[in-house]
């Protein structure tokens, strides 16, 4: 069973803001959206992880084509069919770990927070390389490795509760780590950064643009407490794209 169909887990996602409002209410959605195509009129999209369907929506309303969300879980689903369901999108049950790569079918692939689950990021990368025709591009986003390697994903603090530093350790030991989120534990995979962008080379794609979140100029504004963001990445944004025939 998907970690987003316990029941728990679920209600307390549900309440996220970026589940309840959609895009513009995650805070890395400033930086992913300057890396996708602003004009998507008659392409083929693919989200991995697709959720609640956000970014599926997001590609229709640039003019896709067809847009193909999967995801391993039945109430995330259930979620985009409800809220996000548009005659061109389709969604799917799939793990991306069982997904049959079709060959060169999309111009697009997405990933948002889906891929810091999978332990082997190298048999995604090479199934996404053989889904996208030439040129096509894979915008991703995946909890950044300094994030993965701290210690319960907390920060350390003082006698007070005061913030002090985060923590990082067993960086270069990749692999299962179990931590808190939403108030649930669960497994994640750490990855170092060689390993997540290093893999991309292997896999054949080029790399065009690499960001780490951080608020907005905006948020930090508005929000005083946003500044604590601003002392560690929680998330590393890759855009990659897979080399045109010459």
């Known amino acids: 069973m998907s970690l987003y169909d316990d029941e728990k887990f679920f209600e307390s996602y549900a309440k996220m803001p970026r589940s309840a409002f959609g895009l513009e209410a ?40 067809h847009v193909l969300g999967i995801d391993p879980s039945e109430k995330m689903l259930a979620e985009a069919a409800a809220c996000n ?43 996404v390389y053989r889904a996208l025709k030439p040129g096509g591009a894979f915008v991703m986003n995946i909890e950044h490795p300094t994030f993965t390697a701290g210690v319960n994903e907390d920060w350390c603090y003082d006698g007070s509760g005061k913030i002090r530093h985060w923590p990082v350790d067993n960086y270069f030991y990749p692999g299962e780590r179990k931590t808190l989120f939403v108030g649930c534990e669960v497994k994640k995979q750490h990855h170092t950064l060689a390993q997540i962008l290093g893999g991309l080379l292997r896999a054949g794609f080029t790399l065009e643009d690499i960001d780490e979140a951080r608020p907005s100029a905006g948020a930090l504004a508005e929000l005083p407490e946003m500044a604590d963001e601003m002392r560690r990445p929680m998330m590393l944004l890759v855009r990659a794209v897979k080399p045109r025939v010459s």
């Open 85 to 127: 369901a548009r005659p061109n999108i389709e969604y799917r049950l799939a793990a991306v770990e069982d997904f049959d790569w079709p060959e060169g079918e999309f111009d697009l692939a997405v990933s948002n927070l889906a891929l810091h689950y999978v332990a082997d990021l190298d048999a995604v990368y090479a199934g």
């Open 26 to 65: 995650a805070g890395e959605w400033w930086q992913m959206e300057r890396m996708l195509p602003e004009d998507m009129s008659g392409m083929s999209v693919l989200d991995i992880g697709c959720g609640y369907g956000w970014h599926c929506a997001y590609a229709v309303s640039r003019g896709a084509a």
